[in-house]
């Protein structure tokens, strides 16, 4: 296994070049860049310590939630989810620890779906289409698998480290399998076609945890002009009085220090603390600050925006000894496997062993861009006896003990259908003008009527994978418990699955939003296409808070994309756009080095309107559903259901799409327990 050495130190100078705020997935890669210019001097600031050698085991990745290298944060109680979570809340690990989040994350490699970044450009963004994009991609790219690397679509001899799982349970490899059994190709799901199924490849190298810290900043440790400054919290950006940002406050061991900037900040905390440190320095909604007492410096959205990606559990049993049990996996002959060889099942993504891009009814069946992705996990709550997964996810115990508990002695797997383009949005908010208080975050899931629907009809394709004929030859069955607050209806009927998604409500951990990219005159955006904040000067936030509208697929390779732009256009270049021919998939062509161009004049690009009219919600006629209760805490789950129903009454109309579920869902029926 592949170990990090410490980088960081206790000395610093007055000022620099560049500071960057944050070392996560996006700051290490600003601060390597960066720093590739010997006269450039840079300070990368970073609130947590480094990573350890649990954080380096793939298989342990949630045993790091609610530790201190996480910031360990709640969401505000749900209004219209998160039933079965204590206090309503969703939990939000985010890493505080040099390579951020990317220490904490489940590894997956995925960089989303080509239409979601001509959408960004058509909404504004200009600069960030696919071509535009591509190349910083794979600028950063090291794929290991043969097969995979010569595609077309990827390349070898990045800092980033991506490879595959060595040694895939049972469970993983029927997985592809079901997706074939149901229509769905077997894809490099980085590839020319994106819906179809795999065993998915993440970032790990030699069989451990290839964080951004490992990948980008353990390759820059020895140059001088690069400063790594751990355990330091910036608590405030300082301006001159003409609105340049020319200096950060920040904490260390309970002192506070200030350090200077010649040429710019970058802000690269993250969703969460990017908002929170740029309202804290008097840049977002005026009112807002206003009401705290914030001066306020430029008068911006930021903190709307929130979009996150969510999921349901749709568990399952089998009845052979074949999936991922914590207390037979963790041994020591599997330790000496992962320590010696970087194999075994301590290598498996955190669990999740399965990646499958589906298309719901509601989704362009003539195009290639799936609305769901399934996650796979070669286990459930009970894996791990209730230990881990439930405390992190902060399941009630009724619902463990009501749903899971009566399955403790079988091996588990559980589909998850993640919901790709949510039309939900929450916000993020200061609580008090105190940079100690955390941020309050609010998602607002499932409030948007249309994404119930859509969740439905992705569970029934997830139960009809994991009753697909691949797995049915381990005895497979669907969990025949109900969920708290379900009881009332048809088990795996539409209104139980809506209720289901409801009360198991999780997050798979990709907030974005928060610091909208786009069009300088557009009202919603906070950063202009090359990421500088709009109303001040020397700042740019380059993290995946930019992100304009939700990417289809996991956020840890697109956050190091934007940092891979971001980094050249500081640099006054922009590699050429490139784009492999479509459907060149069995294409052997190795992909060149990247080759730069001039970089096009910056920034202010006005949004079509026609591109802008995507983004109004379009009501389905057929579906309506209820307006959301609006005071979360005072309702119990009992009485949101009472709301619905009585609603469902009064339109006289069914609240789900009741007729046409997918033919597979029929054929997976007949399997239903008793
Ligand atoms: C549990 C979990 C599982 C995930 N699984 C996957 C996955 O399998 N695949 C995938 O692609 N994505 C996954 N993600 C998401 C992905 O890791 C994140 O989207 C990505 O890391 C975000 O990068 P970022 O640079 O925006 O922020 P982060 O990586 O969170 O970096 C922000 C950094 O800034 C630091 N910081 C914040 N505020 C301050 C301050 N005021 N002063 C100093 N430092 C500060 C933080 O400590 C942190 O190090 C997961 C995330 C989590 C939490």
Known sequence: ADHSVSISRNDWENEYDYIIVGGGSAGAVMANRLSEDADKKVLLLEAGGSENILSDVPLAAATLQMTPIDWAYQTEPQEASCFGLVNRRSRWPRGRVLGGSSVLNYMLYIRGNKRDYNRWAAEGADGWSWPEVFPYFLKSEDNQDEHIASNGYHRTGGYLTVSSTPDPTPIAVAFPEAGKQLGYPNVDLNGPLQTGFAIPQGTIRRGSRCSTSKAFLQPARSRPNLHVVTFAYVTRILFNEHRRAVGVQFERFALQHVVYARKEIILSGGSINSPQLLMLSGIGPAQHLASLGIPVIADLPVGDNLQDHIYPAVPFKVDRKVSIVQRRVVTLPNLISYLSLGRGPLTAFGGVEGLGFIKTKYANASDDWPDFQIHMLTGSLVSDDGQTFRRVQGVTKELYEQVYVPYQSYDTFSMYPVMLRPKSRGHVRLRSSSPNDPPLI?????????????????????????????????????????????????????????????????????????????????????????????????????????????????????????????????????????????????????????????????????????????????????????????????????????????????????????????????????????
């Open 442 to 674: 609010d998602p607002r899931y499932l409030t948007h009527p249309d994404d119930i629907h859509s969740m439905v009809e992705a569970m029934k394709i997830s139960i009809a994978v994991g009753l697909a004929p691949a797995y049915r030859e381990f005895g497979t069955e669907l969990f025949g418990t109900s969920f708290p607050g379900c009881e009332i209806y048809e088990l795996y009927s539409d209104p139980y699955l809506a209720c289901v998604a409801r009360v198991y409500t999780s997050t798979i951990y990709h907030p974005v939003g928060t610091c909208r990219m786009g069009a300088y005159d557009d009202p919603r955006t906070v950063v202009d296409p090359q990421l500088r904040v709009k109303g001040v000067h020397g700042l740019r936030v380059v993290d995946a808070s930019i992100i304009p509208t939700h990417i289809s697929g996991n956020t840890n390779a697109p956050a190091i994309m934007i940092a891979e732009k971001a980094a050249d256009m500081i640099k006054g270049r922009q590699l050429e756009s490139y784009e492999p021919e479509q459907g060149s998939n069995s294409l052997a062509q190795p992909v060149g080095p990247p080759r730069h161009r001039a970089s096009r004049n910056a920034a202010v690009i006005h949004a079509h309107p026609a591109a802008l009219a995507i983004h109004s919600p379009r009501q389905k006629p057929h579906v309506r559903n209820p307006p959301a209760p609006r005071r979360a805490e005072n309702i119990s789950h009992q009485q949101f259901q009472r709301q619905q129903q009585q609603q469902q009454m009064n339109n006289n109309t069914s609240t789900l799409p009741s007729a046409e579920s997918p033919s597979i869902y029929q054929f997976a029926l007949g399997d239903l327990p008793n």
